[in-house]
């Protein structure tokens, strides 16, 4: 397993080949507002791809079709199913990323994930020579030139378990006064996932209208907890969570939460990843 994926019934998988139009540039940052995960337009060479952000990733993933228009150069790994490469000069938001290592593989759960047909994914190994700004509120990425205000955390980068990559974690979200270690993946649409084994003093109410939510194959009991706070901000008040027991795949580190992105759909979250800083405005 690369990662810890949360796929839910999140709507029909587009199973259908990506088709490849070049399209006039519009690489400016924007997030696609018909998305439930951000995805954002970036440019490799004369090519337009439509690229969810994963933080729950260091690699990108890249579609074999979008991989075959690139004419990318990749090295089969074993099974043959996956291959590896290197993404270079993908030009998102008025800046050209780092060289990084990517993934060609089937993006069937990607799409699903967003809601329509994505070329692949980009993942932090991307950004992590910068500090970037997902902002939910204006609908927009960024790389600031100032740090912006707002209630700032150490990223930790826990592991999943002993085998996966590091994380974006950090420490100082409260769920109704009991703080926890979370992961911030943002191809998790929801507020947040919480390990009940790890918070065994923690009333959930149950939420008999919420829709199911699946985790690795283990159903997530609905709920809503009082609050999530980062300091002294109100994240959600009241939230829609959903549980993980032990029949869930439970982190073996410290992890007891994982947070996405309708936790912060009216606010703006920053990621310095050289100083290993997450800010919340």
Avoid at 1 to 10: G, K, N, Q, V, Y
Avoid at 18 to 30: I, L
Avoid at 221 to 235: D, H, K, N, Q, Y
Wanted: aromatic share 6%; charged share 15%; glycine share 10%.
């Amino acid at each position: 397993m690369r990662r810890s994926t949360f796929c839910a019934a999140a709507g029909t998988l587009v199973a259908a080949g990506v088709p490849w139009p070049v399209r006039a540039a519009r690489t400016g940052g924007a997030l696609e507002a018909r998305a439930a995960v951000p995805v954002v337009r970036a440019r490799i060479g004369a090519h337009e791809l439509a690229l969810a952000i994963d933080t729950g990733d260091g690699l990108s993933t890249l579609s074999p079709q979008a991989a075959d228009a690139l004419g990318l150069a990749r090295t089969p790994t074993p099974g043959g199913s996956t291959a590896a490469a290197t993404l270079h000069g993908v030009e998102l938001a008025g800046a050209t990323l780092r060289d990084h290592p990517a993934v060609i593989s089937d993006v069937a759960g990607l799409r699903g994930l967003a809601g329509f047909a994505v070329d692949g994914a980009l993942g932090y190994e991307a950004f992590k020579d910068r500090v970037v700004t997902i902002n939910y509120a204006a609908g927009r990425l960024l790389f600031p030139d100032v740090m912006p205000d707002g209630e700032i955390t150490p990223i930790t980068w826990l592991k999943y378990h002993d085998r996966s990559p590091q994380l974006v974690t950090f420490d100082g979200l409260s769920v109704d006064g009991f703080l926890v270690t979370a992961q911030l993946d943002t191809m998790m649409s929801k507020n947040a996932i919480l390990f009940t084994t790890k918070l065994l003093d923690l009333a959930i109410d149950p939420e008999m209208r919420a829709p199911a939510y699946t985790y690795e194959e283990a159903a997530l009991r609905p709920g809503r907890v009082g609050s999530l706070r980062l300091g002294v901000t109100v994240l959600a008040a009241q939230p829609l969570i959903y549980a993980a027991d032990a029949t869930a795949h439970v982190p073996t580190t410290a992890i007891a939460a994982v947070v996405g992105d309708a936790l912060f759909a009216k606010r703006a979250v920053t990621i310095d990843f050289p100083g290993s800083t997450l800010i919340v405005t």
